[in-house]
T-cell receptor, first 115, second 112 residues
Framework: DTAVSQTPKYLVTQMGNDKSIKCEQNLGHDTMYWYKQDSKKFLKIMFSYNNKELIINETVPNRFSPKSPDKAHLNLHINSLELGDSAVYFC??????????????FGPGTRLLVL | GENVEQHPSTLSVQEGDSAVIKCTYSDSASNYFPWYKQELGKRPQLIIDIRSNVGEKKDQRIAVTLNKTAKHFSLHITETQPEDSAVYFCAPNTGTASKLTFGTGTRLQVTL
C-alpha cells in the first residue's frame, strides 16, 4: 500500500554509464515530479509532469530525460553519468492540476553514487 | 525572482523549549506556503501549510504564521521533543505558482 515508490533504492555505477530510476504512485494524482537533493541537502526540482505532459523542465542537462508512460509512472533516465550526478533523487506526486498548491508526497529516494 | 532563504541554518534547543524558523521569499505571486520535515535518511513530509488568505494556522504543537506584505512566513514548534530533531524546509510556490521552491533547510537538534 506504498503511496509513492521508487526503484532502485541504491545505485552505484561508474562514470559514463547510463542508468534509469523508476517511480510509481498509487494515489491517483495527476502531477508527478523529480527532485535532486545534493550532499548539502539542497532540494531542487528537476521536472514536473501533469497527466503525462511535461510542464516544468528546470535547467537540467539534457543527459537527464524523464518519461511518463501513464500518469501513475514517471521514470528518469540518465545518460553518460558524471561524478556531479551523485545525489539522492526523489520522486513526488500531488493532486495539483494547475499550479503547485497541494501536498506533495515523496518517494523514499534513490541514492545514486557515481564512481 | 525565486530566492527562498531560511534562518537559522542550524538550531539547537533543549527539550521542552520552543523553536522558530523563518523563511523569506521574493516571488510576489506566491500563494501557498508549506513546511516539510525530513528526518535523517528519510523522505521529506509535509507537516503544515498555509494559504495566502490566512495569517496563522496551528496544529497541536506546530504553527505557521504568514506576513505576505513582508514576504516571510515562520514555523513555530512549542514543547519540543527529541523526535522533532530533523531538517525543516519551507517551500513556497514560485514561478507564477507553478512549482515549489525549497528553502535552504534548517537543521533542528532537540537535546535532552
Amino acid at each position: 500500500d506504498t503511496a509513492v515508490s521508487q526503484t532502485p533504492k541504491y545505485l552505484v555505477t561508474q562514470m559514463g554509464n547510463d542508468k534509469s530510476i523508476k517511480c510509481e504512485q498509487n494515489l491517483g494524482h495527476d502531477t508527478m515530479y523529480w527532485y535532486k537533493q545534493d550532499s548539502k541537502k539542497f532540494l531542487k526540482i528537476m521536472f514536473s509532469y501533469n497527466n503525462k505532459e511535461l510542464i516544468i523542465n528546470e535547467t537540467v542537462p539534457n543527459r537527464f530525460s524523464p518519461k511518463s508512460p501513464d500518469k501513475a509512472h514517471l521514470n528518469l533516465h540518465i545518460n553518460s553519468l558524471e561524478l556531479g550526478d551523485s545525489a539522492v533523487y526523489f520522486c513526488a506526486s500531488s493532486q495539483d492540476r494547475a499550479g503547485a498548491t497541494e501536498t506533495q508526497y515523496f518517494g523514499p529516494g534513490t541514492r545514486l553514487l557515481v564512481l | 525572482g525565486e530566492n527562498v532563504e531560511q534562518h537559522p541554518s542550524t538550531l539547537s534547543v533543549q527539550e521542552g523549549d520552543s523553536a522558530v524558523i523563518k523563511c523569506t521569499y521574493s516571488d510576489s505571486a506566491s500563494n501557498y506556503f508549506p513546511w516539510y520535515k525530513q528526518e535523517l535518511g528519510k523522505r521529506p513530509q509535509l507537516i503544515i501549510d498555509i494559504r495566502s488568505n490566512v495569517g496563522e494556522k496551528k496544529d497541536q504543537r506546530i504553527a505557521v504564521t504568514l506576513n505576505k506584505t513582508a514576504k516571510h512566513f515562520s514555523l513555530h514548534i512549542t514543547e519540543t521533543q527529541p523526535e522533532d530533531s530533523a531538517v525543516y524546509f519551507c517551500a513556497p510556490n514560485t514561478g507564477t505558482a507553478s512549482k515549489l521552491t525549497f528553502g535552504t533547510g534548517t537543521r533542528l537538534q532537540v537535546t535532552l
